[in-house]
């Protein structure tokens, strides 16, 4: 599939990007370490975040429609630098979770309008594809993200955030760069108003089952930093795993392009990559070395992989002409969701029950999913024809 130019550069921008944006799963280690505050409390304060990106996605896909979709993705950006560069010289921890909520508000700006544009651009047929694509870029990204997070992370885990606040504006320089210039979208605001993604019921069972996998994927990356001391590891081994999470995700794009996975359904593939997570888990359950624990990681990463591109597609396939923004701005309100619930409970079970307890709860969560899928998310059935008489 060739990709339009816009999408390159969309993707090339999120793997520069993603080489700093690994300062959010180490913010309530950060805060534990430096301000000395417990996990309840850290969990409390990252809660902060995840409160703030839910009406974030939401004004990203508003401004994206009025402002346009350029300037929206260039204003996210510089606002998120400039939070990463406050926390990272906040001097209190009042500051730093004022700093944090801020970081939340414009944290997801940048996505629906990214996101809407891939979907336009790569067309019906191939946003399946496009999607899968955008996240192995991430993924990219990140491989160089968790090296630079075991190196940083080592030193002063403040520094993650000042890398974070360069990738952004590096990031923002190539999109004002390379990407056309917006054109008024008058058709597209007309059309927008003619529906509410709200009110589609299958726009809101995606949201759900959405919502039960940003909790599931934002508990594991905020729970592994934390949890790995208790193994005899150091927090920053943390690192090392999202950088083999990140590269089994991009050497495992061809099997996307295997003809019986390729063939699979929407619900089947679904199901398929929440039960190769739950397995993963299990495995961190039972962990005790950080050979083993990236044995789970590359199991959870396969699972991201069948995950993430089929429910983008299936949402933006859902959306009407014109639409996409906001229907992608919508579903994408379940990292939200997520952002809240996943710390406050990540570091609740941890401190009150313990990591093989946490891992093992987050398993049967996902086996839970599994299970959802196969059993809502079905195609209406197709009504037989009658024969003629």
Same mark, same amino acid.
């Given at each position: ?6 999408v390159?550069?969309?993707?090339v921008?999120r793997?520069?990007?993603?080489v ?17 505050a417990?996990?309840?409390s850290?969990? !409390?304060v990252?809660a ?6 839910i009406?974030s ?8 429609a ?10 996210? +950006? ?18 730093a979770?004022g ?5 939340g ?32 870029? /991430?993924?990219l ?6 090296l630079?997070?075991a190196?940083l ?5 403040r ?12 990031c923002?320089?190539? !999109? ?21 993604p709200?009110r589609d ?12 996998y940003?909790?599931?994927y ?6 592994l930093?934390l ?6 590891l150091?927090?920053a081994?943390?690192? /090392?795993?999202?950088t083999?999470?990140?590269?089994a ?25 929440? +039960?190769?997570?739950? !397995? ?5 359950a039972?962990?005790?070395t950080?050979p ?12 991201e ?6 429910a ?6 859902l ?11 919508a ?24 990591p ?10 996902? /086996? ?6 196969l059993?809502?998310?079905?195609p209406?059935p ?5 024969p003629p008489?």
């Amino acid at each position: 599939m060739t990709l339009p130019r816009p999408v390159k550069v969309l993707l090339v921008a999120r793997v520069v990007n993603r080489v700093g944006a690994f300062s959010v799963p180490f913010l309530a280690a950060l805060l534990a370490a430096d301000y000395h505050a417990g996990l309840a409390s850290a969990g !409390v304060v990252a809660a902060f975040f995840g409160v703030a990106s839910i009406p974030s996605r939401l004004v990203g896909g508003r401004l994206a429609a009025g402002l346009g979709r350029r300037r929206t993705i260039v204003a996210g +950006l510089v606002g998120c630098a400039l939070a990463q560069l406050g926390l990272a010289g906040a001097g209190s921890l009042p500051v730093a979770a004022g700093c944090a909520f801020a970081l939340g508000l414009v944290f997801e700006l940048y996505e629906p309008p990214s996101q809407a544009l891939i979907a336009e651009l790569a067309g019906p047929g191939g946003q399946e594809r496009a999607f899968s694509l955008f996240n192995a870029a /991430l993924a990219l990204g990140g491989i160089g993200a968790g090296l630079l997070a075991a190196l940083l992370g080592r030193w002063d885990l403040r520094w993650l955030f000042v890398a974070d606040a360069v990738s952004c504006l590096l990031c923002a320089l190539l !999109v004002r760069l390379a990407v056309p210039a917006d054109t008024r979208p008058r058709d597209r605001d007309r059309t927008a108003s003619a529906a509410s993604p709200w009110r589609d019921p299958a726009l809101l069972l995606m949201l759900a089952l959405g919502t039960g996998y940003a909790l599931l994927y934002l508990q594991i990356v905020t729970a592994l930093p934390l949890s790995l001391p208790a193994r005899g590891l150091h927090t920053a081994d943390a690192g /090392l795993l999202f950088t083999v999470s990140a590269a089994a995700v991009v050497a495992g794009q061809p099997l996307l392009r295997l003809r019986r996975i390729a063939a699979l359904g929407t619900a089947t593939g679904l199901a398929l990559g929440h +039960l190769l997570i739950a !397995v993963g888990l299990l495995g961190y359950a039972a962990a005790t070395t950080l050979p083993t624990a990236a044995a789970a990681t590359i199991l959870c990463a396969l699972g991201e992989l069948l995950v993430m591109g089929r429910a983008y597609g299936a949402v933006a396939a859902l959306a009407p002409a014109g639409q996409a923004d906001r229907y992608l701005a919508a579903f994408g309100t379940c990292w939200g969701f997520g952002g809240v619930a996943a710390p406050l409970v990540a570091t609740q079970l941890l401190t009150h029950a313990g990591p093989v307890a946490l891992w093992t709860t987050l398993a049967a969560l996902s /086996l839970t999913l599994t299970a959802a899928h196969l059993t809502l998310h079905r195609p209406a059935p197709t009504p037989e024809l009658t024969p003629p008489s």
